[in-house]
């Protein structure tokens, strides 16, 4: 099919969609450096992790050497509902930018809870109804992960508690009620529902609230109430496993026309999308079989990737998880409230960090008043209105699409389009009216948050 035009949408069938997740550490010659317990800096155990999580998932999590797990059929057929996601040829906005790049996105907007979060949600919700839980808890940010745990939880009848971050709870309550209508419970985090809450809420009066703070209340409900298992929408190395389905279909319709990308791109909060993404091009690079450009995209106000520091790092506020060792700011590290672009977690996946430590990886960092223009004017031409995480792809997606305007070169782009923006309104609005400002922390701020990081000599 190399020489017929290339449609606005490739969709794959119901019979090519995977039926295999692909683990791409087991490709990797420099493993994902393994968690720690906190208290004797030993690799955890699966015995260890067992409290926290589901033992399917824990198993998921310690194994980095089988390379394909089979997709339990209950989750196949959730899938079907929303999947396969498009791979979109960027037509309208190549012109736009009148670019020999040919540009595509495969969009993962297309479900309710807008994001690719679902495709982890639903899987971990599988694994906690199979093992007879009674509910899984969580923390949110945005609130993208909260909702799709939200429905992953209703479709399997499991109870599910939600901590959001209070900023977002509070400037984002259409979010929280969509929750609400597939039955969750959503407590503002910090909140004095848990020890750890209430600890922080009396250091630090007043604050916004993290992804820290709330994944260390959500992991202490979990841990203290019979029936109950955390979960995580990003970050280990299970949900980049989940995610891998977005690359199998990327690739997989890549091929059906004989495309070979140049260069892809992800934007990066805790990596899952992006390791979602690359994981089948990321194989093919360790395996030594192609080559590719694979660039992380993250926010200059939360820098993990460009400014932080390959180290073992609590993954939590309340320093209640264990050590993970990732490109981090420090678990202290709490980003700008003006910051309203998502990607605010502290650290990063483990198995992205090692691929852009190992250097298969390139990561550039982006200002949010510069996302939001090409978040703009992506939304008039190609018609999604694409969430502000995602926008951090486009940004760089087009940056490269003009390179190449003034190479020629025709080079082709393939980049993550996670979710739509239609909860971040506020967001928007404050670009539109001009009140957006860009805060890049300076190296003293950064050298706060490093002073937290544990001493671990490994
Ligand atoms: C959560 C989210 C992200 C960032 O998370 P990763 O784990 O880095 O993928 C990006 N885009 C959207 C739309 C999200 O909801």
């Known amino acids: ?27 990797m010659k420099n493993k994902p450096a393994p968690l720690l317990n906190p208290g004797t800096l030993e690799p955890m155990t699966f015995d260890e992790l067992r409290p926290v999580f589901c033992d399917d998932l824990v198993a998921q999590e310690l194994d980095d050497t089988t390379p394909y797990f089979d997709i339990p059929q209950e989750i196949q057929e959730f899938y079907k509902m929303y999947r396969p996601s498009p791979l979109v040829r960027a037509y309208c906005l190549e012109k736009a930018l009148d670019t020999p790049a040919k540009i595509y996105y495969k969009f993962e907007g297309n479900n ?32 993208q992960w909260g909702t799709a745990l939200s429905m992953a939880c209703s479709y399997f009848g499991l109870d599910c508690k939600v901590y959001m971050v209070k900023v977002s709870y509070e400037q984002k309550p259409f979010r929280r009620e969509v929750m609400r209508t597939y039955g969750a419970s959503v407590t503002p985090s910090p909140s004095e529902t848990t020890q750890v809450g209430r600890k922080i809420l009396a250091e630090h009066p007043g604050t916004t609230g993290s992804l820290g703070c709330a994944i260390s209340e959500a992991v202490e409900a979990a841990t203290t109430q019979e029936g109950y298992r955390y979960v995580l929408g990003s970050v280990l190395s299970q949900v980049l496993l989940h995610q891998s389905v977005i690359g199998l279909e990327t690739k997989a319709a890549l091929d059906k026309y004989g495309i070979k990308p140049d260069m892809i791109i992800g934007c990066a909060g805790g990596g899952s999308n992006l390791g979602g993404l690359i994981a089948p091009f990321a194989g093919q690079m360790l395996r030594g079989e192609a ?86 004017k992506f939304a008039r ?56 400002s860009d805060y890049i922390p300076t190296d003293e701020d950064l050298a706060a948050g490093f002073a937290g990081l544990p001493k671990v000599d490994k």
């Open 291 to 376: 080559d590719y450009r694979i660039i992380a995209v993250e926010p200059a106000s939360c820098p993990s990737l460009t400014r932080g520091r390959f180290a073992y790092d609590f993954c939590d506020t309340g320093m209640v998880c264990p050590l993970a060792k990732m490109y981090t700011l420090g678990s202290g590290f709490i980003p700008s409230p003006n910051h309203a672009g998502g990607l605010r977690y502290h650290g990063m996946s483990s198995v992205v960090s090692q691929l852009y430590h190992d250097k298969y990886i390139e990561a550039v960092s982006v200002e949010q008043t510069a996302v939001f223009d090409a978040a703009t």
């Open 1 to 27: 099919m190399a020489n017929e035009k290339i449609p606005y949408k490739i969709y794959l069938d119901e019979n090519e969609l995977p039926k295999q997740w692909y683990n791409v550490r087991a490709d």
């Open 381 to 436: 031409v190609e018609g999604i209105l694409p969430a502000p995480e995602s926008s951090h792809a486009i940004k760089v997606a087009m940056d490269e699409a003009l390179k190449c305007r003034e190479t020629g070169e025709e080079k082709t782009i393939v980049f993550g389009l996670t979710g739509t923006g239609y909860f971040d309104m506020v967001a928007y609005e404050k670009y539109n009216d001009g009140v957006m």
């Open 112 to 143: 309710t809870s807008g994001s690719h979060k679902l495709n982890s949600a639903i899987a971990q919700a599988y694994y906690a109804k199979k093992q007879g839980l009674k509910g899984v808890t969580t923390e949110t940010g945005a609130g």
